[in-house]
Protein backbone atom coordinates (compact mmCIF):
# COMPACT_ATOMS: atom_id res chain seq x y z
CA UNK A 1 0.00 0.00 0.00
CA UNK A 2 3.13 2.18 0.83
CA UNK A 3 4.44 1.61 -2.69
CA UNK A 4 1.00 2.71 -4.31
CA UNK A 5 0.89 5.53 -2.62
CA UNK A 6 4.67 6.61 -3.75
CA UNK A 7 3.71 5.80 -6.94
CA UNK A 8 0.73 7.99 -7.11
CA UNK A 9 2.25 10.63 -5.72
CA UNK A 10 5.05 10.36 -8.42
CA UNK A 11 2.45 10.34 -10.79
CA UNK A 12 0.43 13.70 -9.91
CA UNK A 13 4.01 15.27 -9.86
CA UNK A 14 4.97 14.20 -12.51
CA UNK A 15 1.44 15.89 -14.20
CA UNK A 16 2.20 18.85 -12.50
CA UNK A 17 5.96 19.58 -14.15
CA UNK A 18 4.49 18.41 -17.85
CA UNK A 19 1.48 20.77 -17.43
CA UNK A 20 3.67 24.40 -17.20
CA UNK A 21 5.67 22.44 -20.52
CA UNK A 22 2.92 22.13 -22.18
CA UNK A 23 1.18 25.49 -21.54
CA UNK A 24 4.73 27.08 -22.52
CA UNK A 25 4.71 25.19 -25.74
CA UNK A 26 1.53 26.60 -26.76
CA UNK A 27 2.49 30.33 -25.70
CA UNK A 28 4.10 32.58 -27.77
CA UNK A 29 3.51 31.32 -31.75
CA UNK A 30 1.11 32.67 -33.85
CA UNK A 31 -2.73 30.82 -34.33
CA UNK A 32 -2.65 27.96 -36.56
CA UNK A 33 -5.62 27.61 -39.73
CA UNK A 34 -7.41 24.27 -39.60
CA UNK A 35 -6.11 22.65 -42.79
CA UNK A 36 -9.15 20.86 -44.98
CA UNK A 37 -7.24 17.70 -45.13
CA UNK A 38 -8.91 14.50 -46.62
CA UNK A 39 -6.48 12.15 -48.32
CA UNK A 40 -8.91 9.65 -49.50
CA UNK A 41 -9.88 12.68 -52.19
CA UNK A 42 -8.15 11.39 -55.19
CA UNK A 43 -9.16 14.43 -57.26
CA UNK A 44 -7.41 17.26 -54.27
CA UNK A 45 -4.31 14.90 -54.12
CA UNK A 46 -4.00 15.02 -58.13
CA UNK A 47 -4.37 18.41 -58.22
CA UNK A 48 -1.85 18.67 -55.15
CA UNK A 49 0.80 16.51 -56.95
CA UNK A 50 0.30 19.38 -60.01
CA UNK A 51 1.00 21.90 -58.17
CA UNK A 52 4.24 20.30 -56.09
CA UNK A 53 5.82 19.05 -59.47
CA UNK A 54 5.07 22.16 -61.12
CA UNK A 55 6.37 24.77 -58.40
CA UNK A 56 7.85 23.13 -55.59
CA UNK A 57 10.41 20.11 -57.01
CA UNK A 58 12.30 22.72 -58.92
CA UNK A 59 14.02 24.00 -55.44
CA UNK A 60 12.92 20.91 -53.15
CA UNK A 61 13.48 17.59 -53.21
CA UNK A 62 11.31 14.62 -52.21
CA UNK A 63 13.13 11.30 -52.27
CA UNK A 64 11.72 9.25 -49.91
CA UNK A 65 8.85 9.82 -53.20
CA UNK A 66 8.62 8.04 -56.35
CA UNK A 67 6.71 9.36 -59.34
CA UNK A 68 5.20 5.65 -59.71
CA UNK A 69 3.46 6.32 -56.24
CA UNK A 70 1.57 8.93 -57.48
CA UNK A 71 -0.90 5.67 -59.27
CA UNK A 72 -1.95 5.40 -55.44
CA UNK A 73 -3.83 8.75 -56.42
CA UNK A 74 -5.80 7.22 -59.46
CA UNK A 75 -2.86 8.62 -61.95
CA UNK A 76 -2.05 6.21 -64.68
CA UNK A 77 1.60 5.97 -65.77
CA UNK A 78 0.99 7.53 -69.10
CA UNK A 79 -0.31 10.60 -67.63
CA UNK A 80 2.03 10.32 -65.06
CA UNK A 81 4.74 10.28 -67.70
CA UNK A 82 2.65 12.80 -69.89
CA UNK A 83 1.98 15.74 -66.90
CA UNK A 84 4.73 15.35 -64.30
CA UNK A 85 7.78 13.41 -64.93
CA UNK A 86 10.50 15.50 -65.88
CA UNK A 87 12.37 14.86 -69.31
CA UNK A 88 15.22 12.29 -68.88
CA UNK A 89 13.89 10.63 -65.20
CA UNK A 90 12.28 7.43 -65.07
CA UNK A 91 8.88 6.98 -63.54
CA UNK A 92 10.05 4.36 -61.11
CA UNK A 93 12.74 7.03 -60.20
CA UNK A 94 12.51 9.11 -56.38
CA UNK A 95 11.76 13.06 -56.73
CA UNK A 96 15.07 14.46 -56.55
CA UNK A 97 16.12 17.96 -58.20
CA UNK A 98 18.68 18.89 -60.44
CA UNK A 99 20.06 21.88 -58.21
CA UNK A 100 23.65 20.79 -56.43
CA UNK A 101 23.72 21.32 -52.67
CA UNK A 102 27.08 23.02 -52.89
CA UNK A 103 24.86 25.61 -56.10
CA UNK A 104 22.02 25.93 -53.50
CA UNK A 105 24.02 27.02 -50.58
CA UNK A 106 26.02 29.66 -52.58
CA UNK A 107 22.93 30.61 -54.55
CA UNK A 108 20.21 30.53 -51.31
CA UNK A 109 22.44 30.65 -48.27
CA UNK A 110 21.14 27.43 -47.79
CA UNK A 111 20.09 24.24 -49.38
CA UNK A 112 16.33 23.94 -49.30
CA UNK A 113 15.05 21.06 -47.02
CA UNK A 114 13.63 18.01 -48.59
CA UNK A 115 10.00 17.45 -48.46
CA UNK A 116 9.24 13.97 -47.77
CA UNK A 117 8.16 14.15 -44.50
CA UNK A 118 7.59 17.71 -44.02
CA UNK A 119 3.98 17.37 -43.03
CA UNK A 120 5.08 14.85 -40.30
CA UNK A 121 7.29 17.22 -39.19
CA UNK A 122 5.60 20.63 -39.15
CA UNK A 123 2.07 19.41 -39.01
CA UNK A 124 -0.73 20.26 -41.47
CA UNK A 125 -2.07 22.96 -40.19
CA UNK A 126 1.33 25.10 -39.87
CA UNK A 127 1.80 23.72 -43.72
CA UNK A 128 -1.51 25.32 -44.75
CA UNK A 129 -0.98 28.25 -42.97
CA UNK A 130 2.45 29.17 -43.81
CA UNK A 131 1.69 28.51 -47.65
CA UNK A 132 -1.35 31.22 -46.49
CA UNK A 133 0.77 33.72 -44.44
CA UNK A 134 3.36 35.27 -46.65
CA UNK A 135 3.50 39.32 -46.59
CA UNK A 136 5.95 42.11 -48.23
CA UNK A 137 8.33 43.00 -46.13
CA UNK A 138 11.39 45.36 -47.53
CA UNK A 139 13.60 44.56 -44.90
CA UNK A 140 14.55 40.77 -46.09
CA UNK A 141 16.25 39.94 -48.95
CA UNK A 142 13.45 37.91 -51.52
CA UNK A 143 10.87 40.56 -50.21
CA UNK A 144 8.87 38.22 -48.47
CA UNK A 145 8.25 37.31 -44.90
CA UNK A 146 6.27 34.42 -43.24
CA UNK A 147 3.92 34.91 -39.90
CA UNK A 148 4.86 31.34 -38.77
CA UNK A 149 7.95 31.47 -39.87
CA UNK A 150 9.96 34.88 -39.17
CA UNK A 151 12.48 35.96 -41.50
CA UNK A 152 11.89 32.84 -43.73
CA UNK A 153 14.50 32.62 -46.53
CA UNK A 154 12.33 31.51 -49.31
CA UNK A 155 10.08 33.92 -51.21
CA UNK A 156 6.65 33.48 -51.95
CA UNK A 157 6.55 31.51 -54.76
CA UNK A 158 2.54 31.55 -55.10
CA UNK A 159 2.15 35.44 -55.15
CA UNK A 160 0.71 36.25 -58.32
CA UNK A 161 -1.85 33.85 -57.19
CA UNK A 162 -2.79 35.24 -53.49
CA UNK A 163 -1.37 38.89 -54.45
CA UNK A 164 0.01 41.09 -52.20
CA UNK A 165 -0.36 41.03 -48.54
CA UNK A 166 0.98 43.36 -45.38
CA UNK A 167 0.99 42.60 -41.77
CA UNK A 168 -0.41 45.05 -39.83
CA UNK A 169 -0.62 45.51 -36.13
CA UNK A 170 -3.88 45.97 -34.57
CA UNK A 171 -5.85 46.47 -31.21
CA UNK A 172 -7.52 43.16 -30.27
CA UNK A 173 -9.27 42.10 -26.73
CA UNK A 174 -5.83 41.26 -25.32
CA UNK A 175 -4.12 44.12 -26.65
CA UNK A 176 -1.81 44.65 -30.05
CA UNK A 177 -2.27 42.02 -32.29
CA UNK A 178 -0.79 41.50 -35.71
CA UNK A 179 -3.25 40.89 -38.61
CA UNK A 180 -2.53 40.08 -42.51
CA UNK A 181 -3.97 41.90 -44.64
CA UNK A 182 -4.46 41.87 -48.73
CA UNK A 183 -3.73 45.56 -50.56
CA UNK A 184 -3.71 43.59 -53.66
CA UNK A 185 -5.29 40.85 -55.38
CA UNK A 186 -3.81 37.76 -57.33
CA UNK A 187 -5.60 35.85 -60.01
CA UNK A 188 -6.58 33.67 -57.31
CA UNK A 189 -8.06 36.27 -55.11
CA UNK A 190 -9.94 39.32 -55.28
CA UNK A 191 -10.94 42.87 -53.65
CA UNK A 192 -14.69 43.26 -52.65
CA UNK A 193 -15.83 46.12 -50.72
CA UNK A 194 -12.57 46.04 -49.24
CA UNK A 195 -12.45 42.60 -48.01
CA UNK A 196 -10.37 40.16 -49.69
CA UNK A 197 -11.55 36.73 -51.22
CA UNK A 198 -9.32 33.79 -51.28
CA UNK A 199 -11.35 30.91 -51.92
CA UNK A 200 -9.81 29.79 -54.71
CA UNK A 201 -6.61 30.41 -53.48
CA UNK A 202 -6.85 28.51 -50.03
CA UNK A 203 -8.27 25.58 -51.92
CA UNK A 204 -5.34 25.51 -53.89
CA UNK A 205 -2.88 25.46 -50.77
CA UNK A 206 -5.62 23.31 -49.49
CA UNK A 207 -4.75 20.52 -52.35
CA UNK A 208 -1.15 21.41 -52.28
CA UNK A 209 -0.82 20.48 -48.22
CA UNK A 210 -3.42 17.56 -48.68
CA UNK A 211 -0.53 16.09 -51.26
CA UNK A 212 2.34 16.93 -48.43
CA UNK A 213 0.33 14.66 -45.85
CA UNK A 214 -0.03 11.96 -48.46
CA UNK A 215 3.68 11.55 -49.20
CA UNK A 216 4.65 11.68 -45.83
CA UNK A 217 3.18 8.22 -45.70
CA UNK A 218 1.68 7.18 -49.03
CA UNK A 219 0.29 3.60 -47.72
CA UNK A 220 -1.83 5.71 -46.11
CA UNK A 221 -4.59 5.56 -48.93
CA UNK A 222 -4.34 1.65 -49.29
CA UNK A 223 -3.95 0.79 -45.67
CA UNK A 224 -7.34 2.55 -44.83
CA UNK A 225 -8.81 1.07 -47.86
CA UNK A 226 -7.49 -2.36 -47.11
CA UNK A 227 -8.42 -1.93 -43.29
CA UNK A 228 -12.60 -0.80 -44.28
CA UNK A 229 -12.50 -4.44 -46.61
CA UNK A 230 -11.18 -6.66 -43.33
CA UNK A 231 -13.63 -5.12 -40.61
CA UNK A 232 -16.47 -6.16 -43.36
CA UNK A 233 -14.99 -9.11 -44.30
CA UNK A 234 -14.63 -10.01 -40.11
CA UNK A 235 -18.20 -8.57 -39.70
CA UNK A 236 -19.84 -10.67 -42.40
CA UNK A 237 -17.63 -13.72 -40.96
CA UNK A 238 -18.39 -13.59 -36.97
CA UNK A 239 -21.87 -12.20 -36.99
CA UNK A 240 -23.47 -15.13 -38.13
CA UNK A 241 -21.18 -17.12 -35.63
CA UNK A 242 -21.68 -15.20 -32.86
CA UNK A 243 -25.38 -15.33 -33.57
CA UNK A 244 -25.46 -19.10 -33.05
CA UNK A 245 -23.17 -19.13 -30.66
CA UNK A 246 -25.73 -16.71 -28.59
CA UNK A 247 -28.64 -19.54 -29.68
CA UNK A 248 -26.71 -22.05 -28.28
CA UNK A 249 -25.81 -20.81 -25.55
CA UNK A 250 -29.22 -19.68 -23.78
CA UNK A 251 -31.08 -22.04 -25.51
CA UNK A 252 -31.84 -23.84 -22.22
CA UNK A 253 -32.74 -20.78 -20.32
CA UNK A 254 -35.72 -20.04 -22.69
Known sequence: MTVMKKQIRHLIAA?????????????????LDKAPINIQDTESLQRGAQIFTNYCLSCHSAVSMRYNRLMDIGLSEQQIKDNLLPDGVKIGEPMKISMMAADAKNWLGAPPPDLSVVAR????????????????????????NNV????????????????????????????????LELVKAGTLTKLENGKAVTVDYDRRMADLTNFLVFMGEPAQVKRNQ????????????LLPLAYFLKKEYWKDVH
Not at 15 to 31: H, K, M, V, Y
Not at 131 to 143: E, W
Not at 227 to 237: D, I, K, N, P, Q
Request: charged share 20%.
Open 15 to 31: CALALPLASFANEGGPA
Open 121 to 144: SRGADWLYTYLRGFYRDDTRPTGW
Open 148 to 179: VFDKVGMPHVFWQWQGDQVLKTVKGPHGEEHK
Open 226 to 237: IGYVVLMFLGLL
